[in-house]
């Protein structure tokens, strides 16, 4: 086995490999710590650091100057490029150190730049799932949970305990305020100042973001059939295009909008948004 000298000092082994596992291709300029477990065929580029504890899945590649930091997980198949920085510590004053996680899961795509934080707080994690497109200066803050196939464009900022469900699409420079629950399938245009709940299957934009309309194209490319979005659409219009409030539009589509698993899961998506603080229904009220 060969070794490298942190800048510390600390003798590290290059080649850490999961047990069972043969052949990462490792540069011999990479830093990787003891701890570390490295998946079969799994690439670490030039100068990369792999901290503590720290795990990679088969047939993942990283490529030159990342680095992972302690308690990060990155599952199989990922790509990471040039100048990520993964599992850093928690932008948040309550972090006093404690142990936490960033777990990613498998086939992401995640571009140049990319910041993704541990969590804040004992045993928690910042959980991002499988096959999203994290394009460039992309940020994830901690405590934050990403579903599976989202697309998120350049420099779009999410900030702590967001969740955004699964296949919602970001526009470029999007900016995310914390707690907020951004629903499947919901697009959200670029350079939107996202503040309130963004509800599933919707178009919204702005500063700060309304909903426009509902995101037909989506629906459709994710096999929606067409009844269940000619139901949505009516329910869309019911919330958005009335002069409904919103306790009314609810109790409007309950009763008047073709019963279906999307239908029934928009209401209780939009029935939670009252329990929560300013329009966020993650946030405990004050």
Do not use: W
């Not at 420079?173 to 100042?193: D, N, P, T, W």
């Amino acid at each position: 086995m060969s070794s490298l000298q942190s800048p510390s000092g600390l003798s590290l082994q290059d080649n850490s490999v999961m047990p069972g596992s043969t052949n990462p291709l490792i540069h011999p300029t990479a830093i990787i710590h003891p701890t570390a477990a490295i998946g079969a065929g799994a690439q670490i580029g030039a100068f990369c650091v792999m901290g503590a504890d720290v795990k990679v899945g088969a047939g993942t590649r990283i490529d030159p100057h990342v680095v992972v930091e302690q308690y990060t997980s990155i599952g199989q198949d990922c790509i990471i490029s040039s100048g990520s920085v993964l599992g850093g510590a928690p932008q948040d004053k309550k972090f006093k150190g404690e142990q936490s996680f960033l777990i990613i899961g498998d086939r992401n795509i995640i571009r140049e730049f990319v910041t993704m934080h541990r969590a804040t707080g004992e045993g928690n994690a910042t959980r991002i799932g499988n096959d999203n497109m994290i394009m460039g200066y992309c940020h994830v803050a901690h405590n934050c949970t990403l579903g599976n196939s989202i697309m998120m464009a350049n420099l779009t900022g999410i900030s702590g305990h967001v969740v955004v469900e699964d296949c919602a699409i970001f526009g470029g420079m999007a900016g995310v305020h914390q707690f907020v629950r951004i629903g499947k399938l919901a697009m959200i245009g670029g350079y939107s100042k996202v503040v309130q709940d963004v509800p599933p299957f919707m178009i919204a934009d702005g500063r700060p973001t309304k909903v426009y309309d509902l995101n037909v194209v989506g629906l459709r490319r994710n096999g929606v059939p067409a009844n269940v979005r000619s139901s949505l659409r009516q329910a869309c219009k019911l919330l958005y295009r009335s002069n409904l409030n919103l306790s009314q539009a609810v109790e409007a589509i309950d009763s008047e909008v073709e019963q279906s698993a999307e239908r029934d899961y928009l209401l209780e998506f939009i029935r939670g948004i009252k329990f929560g603080f300013r329009g966020r229904q993650l946030e405990n009220p004050r």
